[in-house]
T-cell receptor, first 114, second 111 residues
Framework: DVKVTQSSRYLVKRTGEKVFLECVQD?????MFWYRQDPGLGLRLIYFSYDVKMKEKGDIPEGYSVSREKKERFSLILESASTNQTSMYLC?????????????FGPGTRLLVL | DAKTTQPTSMDCAEGRAANLPCNHS???????VYWYRQIHSQGPQYIIHGLKNNETNEMASLIITEDRKSSTLILPHATLRDTAVYYC????????????FGTGTSLTVIP
């Protein structure tokens, strides 16, 4: 079974703090993704990565950055947390293949910024 | 990616089959139909996907109409643990292409 793990289930931070969210997958997947999920808005893609040291912006990258130094690990960084970044953050990974690609999600990190 | 329409909520008696419909009338030929579910406070869980043929796995069956404009996810014997929000997603199968989750169908399995 594919396993995607996230470093924390719940996190409370203060406005202005730098926040690191870690995601690790154990299936040697090339693609990794960071989404945020908010009520009524569904999942929105923040950043994704096709390979080590590669990153691509998603729909809502502002206020976030990412790091992928190793294939299995994809980090989301909030440089200066703000209250509007309070959300559920979901990491996903997928195997690079031509058709029928399936994304597997981690359990999520619920972040509260005070 | 094509838009999907799902009922907001459904109930199903425990032990009965749960049939969750999805309309995707603007689907194009290279778009797959995916189903995920999300149990409260957890990450989305992959269920099944298909292109045009019906598919079955250990979790569910996916029935896609011949014109591909709609599909139905079938949970053959619903249990209380199947209570979740179910998302139907239509997506071009390009590697790395993101998944657009809408609001889904909230399924409640009743004892």
């Amino acid at each position: 079974d594919v396993k995607v793990t996230q470093s924390s289930r719940y996190l409370v931070k203060r406005t202005g703090e730098k926040v690191f969210l870690e995601c690790v997958q154990d299936m040697d997947h090339e693609n990794m993704f960071w989404y945020r999920q908010d009520p009524g808005l569904g999942l929105r893609l923040i950043y994704f990565s096709y390979d080590v040291k590669m990153k691509e912006k998603g729909d809502i990258p502002e206020g976030y950055s990412v790091s992928r130094e190793k294939k299995e690990r994809f980090s989301l960084i909030l440089e200066s947390a703000s209250t509007n970044q309070t959300s559920m953050y979901l990491c996903a990974s997928s195997l690079l293949r031509g058709v029928g690609e399936t994304q597997y999600f981690g359990p999520g990190t619920r972040l509260l910024v005070l | 990616d094509a838009k999907t329409t799902q009922p907001t909520s459904m109930d199903c008696a425990e032990g009965r089959a749960a049939n969750l419909p999805c309309n995707h009338s603007t689907i194009s030929g290279n778009e797959y139909v995916y189903w995920y579910r999300q149990i409260h406070s957890q990450g989305p869980q992959y269920i099944i996907h298909g292109l045009k043929n019906n598919e079955t796995n250990e979790m569910a069956s996916l029935i896609i109409t011949e014109d591909r404009k709609s599909s139905t996810l079938i949970l053959p014997h619903a249990t209380l643990r199947d209570t979740a929000v179910y998302y139907c997603i239509v997506r071009v199968a390009i590697s790395g292409n993101q998944f657009y989750f809408g609001t889904g169908t909230s399924l409640t399995v009743i004892p």
